[in-house]
């Protein structure tokens, strides 16, 4: 199994590191060519608007939608669970999301730059972890279909529906590879969409 990072802004580097540690072939997403060889893909944290802006130019929006209609795993973290929502508030005009995810998130829910925060979560099928959050979505409202995995603060930070699984926080921040290592058996092993 090859899986794919989309590498236009974000912790690319972080998230290719996690899956290598798990011994996982990784390669950076950044041409229709490249997602076209994976089996899997991860949105990374980062800028929502801007990652989305840049997949629109580089041509890969609608491919990456498709795909995830069509059942293709997928997990984003932080900007990747806004990119995965099918709806979002406080989100800039005009704003695309590849959707998928019958959620609601709020950008920037936990606060600015200067509130982010680590804290233990308790994970579902995982366990206890540490989650990173920087200037983090949460789950505004969860419609029917998605699994809450974990919450912090009253407010779901980790879902799953079907072939979609988006966390608020950044395990590939941390040395723990477990949310990775939840994706790739739980998700990526058992999906059998492209």
Known sequence: MKVGVLALQGDVREHLNSLG???????????????????????????????SKLARTFGLFDEIKKKI????????SCAGMILLADRIVDGIRG???????????????FGRQVD???????????????????RAPW???????VEILATSHGHPVAV???????????P??????AVHRYFIDQICQTSKGK
Do not use: C
């Open 160 to 170: 799953r529906q079907g072939n979609i699984l988006a966390t608020s926080f950044h």
């Open 69 to 76: 209609q069509n059942g293709f795993p997928v997990y984003g």
């Open 95 to 109: 704003q695309e999301t590849f959707g998928g995810l019958n959620i609601t998130a709020r950008r920037n829910a």
């Open 116 to 134: 982010s925060f680590e804290g233990e979560i308790e994970f579902k099928g995982i366990g206890r972890l540490n989650g990173v959050f920087i």
């Open 21 to 51: 540690w798990l011994g996982v072939e990784a390669i950076p997403v950044r041409r229709v060519t490249e997602l076209n060889e994976i089996s899997a893909l991860i949105l990374p944290g980062g800028e929502s608007t801007t990652i």
């Open 139 to 145: 789950v505004e409202k969860i419609e029917s279909g």
């Open 172 to 177: 590939e921040l941390t040395e723990d590879n």
